[in-house]
């Protein structure tokens, strides 16, 4: 078969005693319940692996639940954990509510920090987990930088790569020990699974893995199949969300109620000179702030959309438009006052995008 099949199921056959007690063995390959993978899961699992440029790869049924996990997988009571002010809202939810009840002492860092962060590494620092571009405002994060320094005192560095994907950013070749993918948006691609995935290195495989299991995680054969779909078509999709996103943003740029674009890929950005050094490429995913604006003359905005969906996730074929809250921060407050929206390019033609989004744009200033 061209595909990997959908291998269904739970209960696996032994054929002899020696046989099932060979299935026991650590680090033998074939598993000895569903739970613990298929050919399917493999299959995948190996892929990502591959593209990450890690050791293993083990997926997760979401994408939060790879960021939990890998979180889970190093800390332990009395650990300090360094997590980017800009990561995605709710794995600092999980931070903030979860880990602290556990006795790990959570602390934000400043996603510009770089190499300033060995301000905040102490000797119980354990992790430091990162985000770049970061969740919704888009700072590009000198990966290599903090690597350097988490790992003097032999932190455990997590990046959220899922911006990018395994194609545009390369994380074990920055200092990464865990990328995480949530799969659910460009792997899977069609916005018709919800998948995560966690790969590692050989230094972070065995307590990753551990963990994953000890919780229970696995993962569905029929979203495993789709995510392996989805590998097919990444490169072809990728580079027309790139192409897309950054057109769009250069013509929202442009409009007079537009106040600032977070992309970074345009030459102007603040985080273009770290990305065009650490990265292959960019995906369709940036943000927008508008100018002051009350929320009826945002709903006339929305409702003058027609090609842009309003929904969460990104990642498929189609466009979305999303008003996000004002991003929480406890290292640097956010300075811009208007309303701040997140912006998915999808596969369509640019050009209708771009008129889609003027008309609306015109349409909430004549309101004005």
Aim: hydrophobic share 45%; proline share 6%; net charge negative.
């Amino acid at each position: 078969m061209v595909n990997t099949p959908v291998f269904r199921g739970s209960t696996i056959l032994s054929n002899s005693l020696t046989e099932w007690e060979s299935r026991k063995l650590p680090g033998n390959p074939y598993a000895s319940y569903g739970r613990f993978g298929t050919p399917t899961t493999r299959a995948l699992e190996t892929a990502l692996a591959e593209l990450e440029g890690g050791y293993r790869s083990i997926v997760f049924p979401s994408g939060l639940a790879a960021c939990t996990h890998s979180l889970l997988a190093l800390l332990q009571p009395g650990d300090h954990a360094l997590i980017s002010d800009s990561v995605y809202g709710p794995t600092r939810s999980f931070a903030t509510k979860v880990l602290t009840r556990f006795g790990i002492d959570v602390e934000f860092f400043d996603p510009l920090a770089a190499g300033e962060i060995r301000r905040q590494i102490r000797p119980s620092t354990r992790v430091v987990f990162v985000e770049s571009p970061g969740s919704t405002t888009f700072e590009v994060q000198d990966i290599p930088a903090i690597a350097e320094e988490a790992h003097k005192v032999d932190a455990f560095v997590v990046m959220d790569n899922t911006w990018a994907t395994p194609l545009f950013f390369k994380p074990f070749e920055h200092g990464v020990d865990i990328s995480v993918q949530a799969a659910t948006k460009y792997i899977v691609g069609h916005s018709d699974a919800l998948l995560g995935a966690a790969t590692a290195n050989e230094r972070a495989w065995a307590l990753l893995q551990q963990t994953a299991h000890d919780f229970g995680q696995t993962a569905g054969p029929d979203d495993l199949y789709l995510a392996l779909r989805g590998l097919r078509s990444l490169a072809v999709r990728l580079h027309r969300h790139w192409e897309n996103g950054v057109l769009l943003a250069e013509s929202m740029a442009r409009h007079p109620m537009v106040a600032q674009v977070l992309h970074p890929a345009l030459p102007g950005d603040a985080g273009h000179a770290l990305w065009r050094r650490d990265f292959r490429g960019a995906s369709g995913l940036f943000g927008v702030a508008l100018k002051p604006v009350g929320r009826e003359a945002l709903g006339v905005f929305f409702d003058s959309l027609e090609l842009f969906g309003i929904g969460l996730s990104w990642g498929g074929y189609e466009s979305l438009a999303l008003p996000v809250d004002a991003p929480t921060r406890a290292v640097r407050p956010w300075a811009l006052e208007g309303p701040l929206l997140r912006i998915h390019a999808g596969l369509e033609s640019c050009n209708d995008l771009m008129r889609d989004m003027q008309s609306a744009l015109d349409r909430m200033q004549r309101h004005l």
